[in-house]
C-alpha cells in the first residue's frame, strides 16, 4: 500500500475537519465549481498529462486535468492521478500577465495542504507539475494585479 494511503489513517480529527472545512469554503469562493450541471465544452477543457486530450478509453491511463476558467482573470486546473506512481504533469498555459498558484496539493502534510486566499504559493515550473500518486491538486491562475478573493482557510477559521 502506498504512503499516501497509510497517511489517510494517521490524520487527526483535527486535521481532517480543517481540511474538510477548507475544501468547503474554497468550493463556495469559486462559484464555478457548483454548478448544478456538467460542465460544457465551452466551460471545461480536458488535457492528458501530456498535454492534449486524455485517452478516455486507455485503462492504463490513470492521471487527467480539468482547466475551468472562472472569468478573464482567473482559471482553475484541477488535477488527479489515480495511478500508484507519480508523473510529471503538463500544465495548461495562462494568458500573459497570469501565473500559476498552488491552492491544495492533497499528497502534502498539514498545513501544506490547503492554503488560504492570498497565501497560495506561486508555483515557480509554468511548465509542469510533479503530481503524487493517488492525489489531487489545485492550480489557480490569475492576474498579476493583485486580485484576491477569501477562501480555503480563510473562511473556515
Request: net charge negative; hydrophobic share 40%; proline share 5%.
Amino acid at each position: 500500500m502506498s504512503i499516501r494511503y497509510w497517511r489517510a489513517f494517521r490524520l487527526t480529527a483535527q486535521e481532517m475537519y480543517r481540511f474538510a472545512r477548507g475544501m468547503t469554503a474554497f468550493r463556495r469562493a469559486h462559484p464555478i465549481l457548483s454548478k448544478e450541471h456538467f460542465y460544457t465544452d465551452d466551460e471545461i477543457h480536458w488535457i492528458g498529462r501530456q498535454g492534449g486530450l486524455p485517452n478516455w478509453t486507455d485503462s492504463k491511463e490513470k492521471q487527467f486535468a480539468g482547466l475551468i476558467h472562472e472569468d478573464e482573470q482567473q482559471a482553475l486546473c484541477l488535477m488527479f492521478n489515480a495511478g500508484a506512481d507519480a508523473v510529471d504533469f503538463g500544465l495548461p498555459s495562462v494568458l500573459p500577465g497570469m501565473r500559476w498558484h498552488l491552492a491544495v496539493d492533497t499528497s502534502r502534510e498539514a498545513p501544506h495542504d490547503l492554503f488560504a486566499a492570498g497565501e497560495e504559493p506561486l508555483w515557480e515550473d509554468p511548465r509542469t507539475y510533479h503530481l503524487s500518486p493517488r492525489s489531487s491538486v489545485v492550480l489557480q491562475a490569475r492576474g498579476t494585479n493583485g486580485q484576491e478573493r477569501q477562501t480555503a482557510l480563510t473562511e473556515a477559521k
